[in-house]
Every structure is written in C-alpha cells, then in structure tokens.
C-alpha cells in the first residue's frame, strides 16, 4: 500500500509513533492514556497531514502565540518544505469525534559536528486546547514527540518555555541543568 495521498498525506511516516518506549515513562502519568491503549477511543495521535489546515490547525496554534492569516495554498507550500527539508514531525491530537485538531507538538532533529556527528532533538510549539484540560493530553503529545526523539537516536532533546511551566516539564522528565538553564533571545523588529 502506498502513501497516502491528496489531504491525507502525513508530513512523516506515521509508523514511526508506533511501538514507542512508553515502559520508560509511565511513572510519569498516572492514569496515562495513549491512543494504543485506551479507552479514550476518540482521539488519536499522529503526524500532521496536509488535511489539518481545515480541521483547526492552525487556530489551535493561535492559543500558543501570534500565527497570522494563513492561507491554504501557504500552509501546503510550508508542509512541503519541511517535508523536503526533513527532520520536522510535527504531531497532533485529532478528536476524531468533531474532526478537529485539539493538541500539537513539534519535534525538530539538528544533525550535528559534534557528539560523533550527533542528532540534537528541539521541542517547539506544545499547545493543547484550552478547552480539553485536564485530560493529561499536554503529557501524552509531549512524551510521544520525546520518546520519538529517543527513538530516532538523538543524544538530548531541549526546549524553551514560559516560567510557569517549569513544572509540568519537570513532572515528565526535563530539568534545569545546574549552570546551563538559561534561553537567551534577539527578536528582529518589524517581523511578525
Ligand atoms: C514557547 C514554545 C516555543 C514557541 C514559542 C512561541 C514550547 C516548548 N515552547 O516557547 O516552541 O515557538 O513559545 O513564542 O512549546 P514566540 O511567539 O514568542 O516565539
């Protein structure tokens, strides 16, 4: 069977989010839920596909920060790109009741000089929608791109955030390394 095509076609090879280490982290989430063993049958987790413009994407997104008025044919040519460019997986939670796009991760590899020509992994853009809280969704999407990132050899993953999510990054796993917690910033004006 070939890939799927048209609006369905995944942005990577959703086998890759198969068979993932979840032994590793259970400790983490108590109940946990995940789209392999649940009772929560109506949603499922998975690469981004090109049909997710028209299920909320990118609505979704404007919960986490500034995303603009994204035209179809503009999120197509930026799903391709990164297609090409490999190395994004931007993964997301679908109701599959409503046929919507309520939780996203990206996962992003940096191939790398040093650690022996190593795979660096960067968490990006984590946001759930507001309205599903407290269904521990957040820890399923960030522990799913976390355990792909280990699965797909990387040597570390790290991330930027708000201060008051420390904790909930803490609670599955990330920490502070002593002398080496800081994220420094330039912002470029008149880019929005
Ligand atoms: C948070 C996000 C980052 C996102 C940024 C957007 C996580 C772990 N971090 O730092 O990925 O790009 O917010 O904020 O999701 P900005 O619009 O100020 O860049």
């Not at 992994?121 to 309205?131: G, K, P, Q």
């Not at 792909?148 to 990054?169: E, H, N, R, T």
Request: a positive charge; one cysteine or more; hydrophobic letters at 35%.
């Amino acid at each position: 069977m070939g890939a799927p095509k048209g609006q369905a076609e995944y942005l990577f090879n959703p086998s890759l989010l198969k068979n993932l280490e979840w032994n590793d982290v259970r400790n983490c989430v108590n109940p946990f839920i995940t789209n392999e063993s649940t009772g929560e049958s109506w949603l499922i987790v998975r690469p981004l596909q090109l049909g997710d413009y028209a299920k909320g994407f990118t609505q979704l997104l404007s919960q986490l920060t500034s995303v603009g008025n994204i035209s179809k044919p503009q999120f197509d040519s930026q799903f391709y790109a990164m297609q090409r460019s490999g190395g994004y997986y931007v993964t997301v939670i679908e109701d599959t009741r409503k046929g919507e796009i309520i939780g996203a991760a990206t996962l992003i590899t940096e191939l790398k000089f040093i650690h022996d020509c190593g795979l660096r992994a960067r968490l990006e853009d984590v946001v759930v929608n507001n309205t599903y809280r407290g269904k521990q969704l957040g820890k399923l999407i960030v522990l799913t791109v976390s355990l792909l990132a280990k699965k797909l050899g990387c040597y570390k993953m790290s991330l930027d955030c708000k201060d008051s999510l420390i904790p909930f990054y803490k609670a599955i796993g990330y920490k502070c390394e002593p002398g080496n917690c800081n994220s420094m910033v330039i912002r470029y004006e008149g880019v929005s």
